[in-house]
């Protein structure tokens, strides 16, 4: 059957807005034979006790389990990866609440923006959505889950949103309900309301985990310049990695990024990015990416030598 080799450190499940239960999503990198994969859902680890134990059945695969976070910053998005996160953090329990909260709270003034476009879409229809992927309820707020993060219902994301816009006709594909509408800069976008990076970042090396830069070119910089200062600002305040292999990087991108992890001393970090039906086009474990590619931090922290 041959050696595995490949691993994806950037996957989302169903317990933020991937299509796939956290369980699913095990077996399914499995299936591809994949070495190792991080499971980092949206501000939020509800989905990693149930990865945890669905790959402690298959030998084959690393589980390691991690979260994406999103940070205060401008023009662009700034996404930073948790990667080998303790999911019972206390600190990492109050960040993701703050920010679940925060979303909960931008969720309905992107339906009354969408309303006001004259769309017919309500809450209720998101969450049928979201129920549609997750196999049981999904929280509408108002009110903070019961018991720890971990074991918190999935919450709602525009991820759902572009999901209920295209069951409803409103959108013919999740790509246009972004794009057109929800997507920053659309007429129906809402800011959510985020923490500083360092906030963030001191929040995952707390849950003992590695800050790894997710998909530096949302950030928007102009040019390397204006990056390589951005990811040093981003290194005072902690950062240990950068993303450097990800499916929406061109080859050169990804020819930029490592030169700059490399001058910059960070770890090398790498994955797919993949949630199933909402990027249809993206495959689980695309980019192929290998422990060598990764090696120094990011392999050293989280994975056996033998992998």
């Known amino acids: 059957m041959g050696e595995r080799r490949f691993l994806d450190l950037h996957t989302h499940s169903s317990a933020s807005d991937g299509s796939l239960a956290p369980a699913e999503l095990v077996a399914l990198a499995d299936a591809e034979k994949l070495v190792a994969m991080a499971l980092t859902d949206h501000d939020t680890t509800a989905g990693l006790a149930e990865a945890r134990r669905a790959a402690e059945a298959l030998p084959e695969l690393h589980f390691i389990a991690g979260v994406e976070v999103s940070a205060e910053f401008a023009p662009g998005v700034l996404h930073i990866l948790g990667l080998g996160v303790n999911e019972d953090s206390a600190a990492l329990a109050r960040l993701a609440g703050e920010l679940r909260d925060a979303r909960e709270q931008r969720n309905p003034k992107i339906i009354a923006k969408l309303q006001a476009l004259g769309m017919a879409i309500d809450m209720d229809d998101v969450a049928a959505q979201a ?15 019961d018991g720890p993060i971990h074991d918190a219902p999935p919450i709602l994301g525009r ?149």
Request: proline share 8%; aromatic share 4%.
């Open 131 to 145: 129920g549609a992927w997750h196999g049981r309820p999904a929280r509408v707020p108002p009110g903070p889950p």
């Open 159 to 307: 991820g759902h949103i572009a999901m209920a816009m295209v069951a409803k006709g409103q959108a013919r594909s999740t790509d246009e309900a972004f794009d057109r509408y929800i997507g920053k800069g659309g007429p129906a976008y809402v800011e959510k309301d985020k923490l500083p990076p360092r906030a963030v970042i001191e929040a995952i090396h707390a849950a003992g985990a590695l800050a790894a830069l997710a998909h530096p070119p949302q950030l928007l910089c102009r040019d390397a310049a204006e990056l390589t200062a951005v990811v040093r600002r981003l290194i005072d305040a902690g950062l240990d990695a950068v993303e450097v292999y990800h499916s929406d990087h061109a080859a050169e991108q990804t020819r930029q990024y490592l030169d700059l992890a490399r001058r910059l001393g960070l770890g090398v970090a790498g994955g797919s990015d993949f949630h199933g039906a909402l990027k249809p086009a993206v495959r689980l474990g695309r980019p192929r990416v290998t422990r060598a590619m990764i090696a120094g931090i990011v392999a050293d922290r989280l994975l056996a030598p033998s992998r």
